[in-house]
């Protein structure tokens, strides 16, 4: 069985995440949609469970990069940085394909 990924005071995430993180991100230029999940997120494979889940929506690999290299998408990186200091974010950049 995997363990979540809880932060140490999950209230102040979540205050920081939907008060001031969210909506600085919703700003990123070229952003389609943000979505956001939370518990209970089931994960497949072992290993800890996230304990939030956002996906992102750009027309292209390309425009999300080149979101994240303006000034909102350096200042959403700083950010990230004030509600999850330790470094357990994984992020998983990636194309899709309609079918």
């Known amino acids: 069985m ?9 209230a102040a995430f979540d205050r920081h995440y939907f008060d001031i ?5 919703k700003q990123l230029p070229g952003l389609r949609r943000y979505d956001v999940s939370k518990q209970p997120i089931v994960n497949m494979l072992q290993g800890e469970t ?22 909102i998408g350096k200042a959403c990186a700083v950010d990230r940085r004030k ?12 194309d899709s394909e309609a079918m």
């Open 83 to 94: 509600y999850a200091p330790d470094d357990r974010v994984t992020m998983l950049l990636f």
């Open 50 to 71: 996230p304990y939030i889940v956002a996906t992102l929506y750009f027309d292209s690999l390309d425009a999300m990069r080149a979101a994240f290299a303006t000034e």
């Open 21 to 25: 993180h969210l909506p600085l991100a």
């Open 2 to 10: 995997s363990s979540t990924k809880t932060p140490a005071d999950p």
